[in-house]
């Protein structure tokens, strides 16, 4: 089975053209390593089809993310997008200092949901949650940095 074959057989269920555009903006987001830009995404396609323009890819993008097919992640001031994950979401902490997005389990954000809603009477929306922060590898280089200018 292709990666990306559960993202095509939605795009039929919901009455969308299999284009070979959207099919190669797909194939692009399904080969990437995940969190591809738009911009990136939009270079590797052009590869593989020179009339793709940058517009086309927006649009599939957002018809896409509509869909569920791919889940959009903020990182740095641009969108970056991957393909949603079959076996259930995930959530991203973003890492203001080298701008690298990793995948955080859904249940770290369970007693968080329970809380809101015990407390608050809140059902929160945590389908794409972010928690932006800095990662260890640059908490361990800033200490590092600032160790040595001391």
Same mark, same amino acid.
């Not at 973003?94 to 407390?119: D, I, M, Q, W």
């Not at 280089?141 to 160790?147: G, H, I, L």
């Given at each position: 089975?292709? *990666? !990306?074959?559960?993202?095509?057989?939605? #795009?039929?269920?919901?009455? !969308?053209? =299999?284009? /070979?555009?959207? #099919?190669?903006? %797909?194939?692009?987001?399904?080969?990437?390593?995940? !969190?591809?830009?738009?911009?990136?995404?939009?270079?590797? +396609? *052009?590869?593989? $089809? /020179? $009339?793709?323009?940058?517009?086309?890819? $927006?649009?599939?993008?957002? =018809?896409?993310?509509?869909?569920?097919?791919? &889940?959009?992640? +903020?990182?740095?001031?641009?969108?970056?997008?991957? %393909?949603?994950?079959?076996?259930?979401? @995930?959530? @991203?902490?973003?890492?203001?200092?080298?701008?690298? +997005?990793?995948? %955080?389990? /859904?249940? $770290?954000?369970?007693?968080?949901?329970?809380?809101?809603?015990?407390?608050?009477?809140?059902? /929160?929306? %945590?389908? @794409?949650?972010?928690?932006?922060?800095?990662?260890?590898?640059?908490?361990?280089?800033? +200490?590092?940095? &600032?160790?040595?200018?001391?």
């Amino acid at each position: 089975m292709i *990666k !990306h074959e559960k993202a095509i057989e939605t #795009l039929r269920h919901n009455g !969308h053209r =299999l284009t /070979p555009q959207r #099919l190669i903006v %797909l194939s692009t987001i399904a080969s990437g390593d995940g !969190h591809m830009g738009v911009d990136e995404v939009f270079q590797v +396609a *052009k590869k593989s $089809y /020179p $009339y793709m323009d940058i517009a086309t890819v $927006y649009r599939t993008l957002h =018809l896409f993310k509509d869909l569920g097919v791919v &889940t959009e992640v +903020a990182i740095d001031d641009r969108l970056h997008f991957e %393909l949603t994950d079959l076996d259930g979401h @995930h959530h @991203h902490m973003v890492c203001r200092a080298c701008n690298g +997005a990793f995948n %955080l389990s /859904p249940h $770290y954000l369970a007693e968080f949901r329970n809380t809101l809603n015990k407390e608050f009477g809140f059902e /929160p929306d %945590l389908e @794409h949650f972010a928690v932006s922060g800095v990662c260890a590898k640059c908490q361990e280089a800033d +200490a590092k940095t &600032t160790w040595k200018q001391a």
